[in-house]
């Protein structure tokens, strides 16, 4: 932990320099790293002083998941595409994931539901609605995406720390990935259950499956429109 810093304590201390330090510590050294003495020491000025901007450290990790929402882009569908608009979106979400792996949790971990999240939201509810979807459908249609999306970053963040930090596929030949990918079966796994495993996780293609189950959701929304018009037709 460093000493404060006289220079870095004269510039003006608000909420938004505190959030944006929370991130760094917790991106460089994980959650358990946050407190606010280390927040101060961060800052540069005495642990009291960030008080008067948060409440303390769980007002600071709520503002953390409010930062990160912020991050996401705004709704822009072109020419009316909210498939388009939709699928930005959560790839937008996954690479959060990937850009913050010890911060972005906190986006699924928090007990609120931060104004910026609410502000996406609306954009991507107003274009699904402006696309012919009732509010309830889009509704829907939003909430699936979101809980997919988050779940597979947190997903992908998860098994990364798990095999420490290295990328997944490890390189080399398919007999070298199946030999890393047994560290993860406990002995004695049947060989039935041994090949369930391997089909489903050790040759997976994280980029395409997310792609995939992307498209699915989005061929579901698009047949959900189609009958929707004709039975307005």
């Not at 829907?140 to 798990?162: K, P």
Request: proline share 7%.
């Amino acid at each position: 932990m460093r000493e404060p810093d006289a220079t870095v304590a004269r510039e003006p201390l608000n909420r938004a320099r505190v959030l944006k330090a929370a991130l760094g510590i917790i991106d460089a050294e994980g959650v358990e790293a946050l407190s606010m003495r280390r927040l101060g020491a961060e800052l540069g000025v005495d642990p009291m002083a960030v008080y008067r901007h948060v409440d303390g450290k769980d007002a600071v990790l709520d503002g953390v998941a409010e930062l990160l929402w912020e991050e996401l882009p705004d709704a822009c569908p072109e020419d009316g595409d909210w498939a388009a608009s939709l699928r930005a979106f959560a790839s937008a979400i996954r690479s959060l994931f990937h850009a913050h792996p010890h911060a972005a949790p906190l986006m699924l971990q928090r007990p609120v539901l931060p104004v910026p999240q609410l502000e996406k939201s609306h954009q991507q509810l107003e274009a699904l609605q402006a696309a012919g979807f009732d509010r309830e459908d889009a509704a829907e249609i939003l909430r699936t995406l979101i809980s997919f999306s988050t779940g597979y970053g947190l997903a992908e963040v998860t098994c990364y720390a798990l095999v420490d930090g290295e990328a997944w596929p490890p390189p080399g030949s398919e007999r070298d990935l199946l030999i890393a990918f047994a560290q993860f079966l406990p002995p004695g796994t049947p060989a039935r259950l041994v090949d369930v495993a391997i089909a489903l996780w050790a040759m997976a293609d994280s980029d395409a499956t997310f792609e995939s189950s992307i498209d699915l959701i989005l061929s579901g929304a698009r047949l959900r429109l189609e009958r929707r018009r004709g039975a307005s037709e």
